[in-house]
Structures are given as C-alpha cells and as structure tokens.
C-alpha cells in the first residue's frame, strides 16, 4: 500500500490535517482503496506522507466522524463498507416468494451493469481485470466442486469487480451496497437456471466473453455480453415459474 501514498507539504492558508484527509479520500475515489482495506498502522502511514502523528489523528478522526473510515479494534482504520439494510433488507424478504421482485431486481441489474460493462472496457487497470478472471476461475471451481453457495457469491462478485472497473464512484457506491441483494438474486437464479443441462456451458462462456470484452478495450462488446447473460437468465428464471 506504499505506493498509494505521496509525502505532503504543510498547506498555505488551510490545516495540514485537511490536506491530509483529501489523499486519504481521492484514493478511495480513485478505486485505489475499497471498502473494507485496512489503512497502513498510524506509525507507517505517518512516515508515508512525511507528516506528524498528531496531524494524521485528526485528519483520520474527521473521516471517521464523516462515515469515510471504520475503525476496527485490533485493525486500526478500514474504509468504510457501504450499507443500506433499510433498502436491501425489504427486497430480500420480498425475493424470497415473490416473482415479479426478482424480475425487477433483474431490470435494475440491467440498467447498472450494461453501464458497468461498457464504462469497465474503457477504465478498467490490468489489476481490475486480473480480479474479474478471479472471480470468474473461483466462480468456476466452486462450481465444479459442488458449492452452489460458493460459486453464486463469487458470480456476485464477479458483477461487482466489473462495477469497481468502471471507475464511476457512484456506480460502484450502488452495487457496492446492494451487493446482499445481488447476491441472492444470482442464487435464485443459478438455482432455476441448472435445471437446464446446458446451463454450466453457458454460464461461463458467457462469464469469460464479459471479461475478455474488458480484456479487449471494447465496450460494444461487453454491453453485449451483459445483455446476453442477463437475458439468459431472464429466460431461466421465466422458465421456472412456468
């Protein structure tokens, strides 16, 4: 995590300690930090940014109080997750038997990871896209291995990791905090596509065509990929309710 870091000049006219949080907050915007990465110890980020430990407390105190950073006992200071159980926990509950909210929750994936997809294929940095192949291969093997639970998260994750390629902070804000709920949703889903024999196959074809499109700098491509997937699954699920 150095190397996110850069040493920082006493401002004029304004507090060192404001300096200071406005790195710690272009890094999180930048997709350098995400939620739940721990900040270096106070000693060692202190050091990075050449200032005093004093001015760093309050600069990580004022992001604290302002919901940017979580401060963990024994982990020192973590970005902050992104919540909203006042919105996803209704949705969950309505998931559980009610058809036409899992058809919306997929009309919202629609509009969110279309976007995602194609803003990913221009924005998205080699590490972006090392962790969507992740994901996809961890996706895989817990597949091969029996673990529908497993594999359903890492295929929400996947989506997730294309959201945080796109490098939009609102974007990935969104997904970020419904990720309870896509989560789900890709389970309810996976359960009513593997009736199908050619479920697998398609899956992660589909999967890797949405990743190599990133891979390949081409946006029309990757818009392509998600309509091919979410329409698949859409055909899925309509074919188990029937």
């Not at 006219?13 to 790195?23: K, P, T, V």
């Not at 895989?140 to 959201?163: M, T």
């Not at 891979?215 to 491509?221: E, N």
Request: hydrophobic share 45%.
């Amino acid at each position: 995590m150095a190397s996110i870091f850069s040493s920082i000049e006493a401002p004029t006219g304004a507090r060192l300690s404001d300096a200071i949080a406005e790195q710690i907050e272009r890094s999180i915007v930048e997709g350098e930090l995400r939620p739940g990465d721990a900040l270096p110890a106070e000693r060692e980020l202190a050091r990075q940014l050449s200032v005093s430990r004093p001015s760093l407390r309050e600069a990580l105190l004022k992001l604290e109080a302002r919901k940017i950073l979580a401060l963990r006992r024994n982990a020192g200071y973590t970005v902050a997750e992104v919540t909203a159980p006042s919105l996803t926990d209704p949705l969950l509950h309505l998931m559980e038997g009610h058809g036409k909210a899992l058809a919306d929750v997929l009309e919202l994936r629609q509009g969110l990871e279309t976007m995602a997809a194609g803003l990913a294929a221009m924005r998205a940095s080699p590490a972006d896209i090392e962790r969507m192949a992740e994901a996809a291969e961890t996706m895989e093997r817990a597949h091969q291995c029996g673990d529908a639970a497993l594999a359903a998260e890492w295929d929400a994750r996947l989506h997730l990791a294309v959201a945080e390629g796109a490098h939009n902070l609102a974007l990935a804000h969104v997904m970020r905090g419904m990720f309870s709920v896509m989560r789900e949703h890709v389970r309810r889903a996976r359960e009513a596509l593997f009736t199908r024999h050619d479920a697998e196959v398609n899956l992660r074809e589909q999967h890797r065509a949405l990743v190599e499109a990133i891979r390949a700098r081409d946006p029309d491509a990757a818009v392509r990929a998600v309509e091919n997937h979410l329409r698949f699954v859409r055909e899925g699920i309509y074919a188990a309710d029937r």
